[in-house]
C-alpha cells in the first residue's frame, strides 16, 4: 500500500523553561526558518538532505544512514537534559529493509530509543530491552515519547482516522541529557535515497 509522503509564515515559539534545562518547543515545518535553533547532525548536501515543501519538513536518508555505531542518519535535534514530552506527526513509504522516519532520543551510540514508521507496513519502538511492533495502514501517524525520571514510554496514534494514542510501553533507563527530534534511516547501503516528511515537532516540559 503506498502512503502518502509555498513557503509560509512559520510559527516557532520559544518558552521560558519550566525547569532547569528544559526549553519548550513548537514548530510547524512551514520553510526552512522553522529550524532556527535547532541541531543538524550528517546534513549531506543541504536541499538533498532538508528541504520544506507544502508546510512539511522532507529528510532524506541516503544509503547507508543508520544509528547504531557510527551515527550517518540525517537527525534534527535539540538537547534536553529534564524530563520532556517529545512529538510529531510523520508522512513515510518505507519500501525496503531498512528504512524508518519518525523520533530519536539519543543519549550516546549504545544507549538510544527510536519510534518511527517503518518498512512492512508497521510501527516500530527500538530500545535497548528489544522492539515492540504494530501493524498500520495509516497514511501518516503521530508519534509520541515522554521522559520521566529515568523511565521513557512511547505512544502512537492512527492520524487520519482520528485515532486515540496506543502505548507501547516503557523503553531502557536513560541516566544522561539526550539529543531529541527527528530522524530518517535508509540503513541498506544498495538502495535509493529514502525521504520522509514531517508536519511538526513539539517538545513540553512538566
Partial sequence: MALLVVAAAVLVFKYAAHQPGCQPWLTDFASAGAVDG????NDRGG???????EGRLEMTAQPGSDVGGEVTAPFLYTTVPADFTVQTEVFADPSAGYQAAGLL?????????????????????HHQGGRVTVPVSAANVELRLSRHGNRLDAEW???????????????????KPVRVGVTALNATSDREPFTAAFRY?????P
Fill in 47 to 53: 536541499r538533498s538532505t532538508y528541504d520544506f515543501i
Fill in 105 to 125: 532520543v539519543f543519549e550516546d551510540a549504545r544507549t538510544h530509543v527510536r519510534l518511527e514508521r517503518g518498512s512492512g507496513d508497521v510501527i516500530a519502538y
Fill in 157 to 175: 496514534r492512527d492520524t487520519p482516522n482520528n485515532g486515540h494514542w496506543q502505548s507501547l510501553g516503557p523503553a531502557a533507563t536513560l541516566t
Fill in 38 to 41: 535547532l541541531n543538524r547532525m
Fill in 201 to 205: 515537532l513539539r517538545i513540553t516540559c
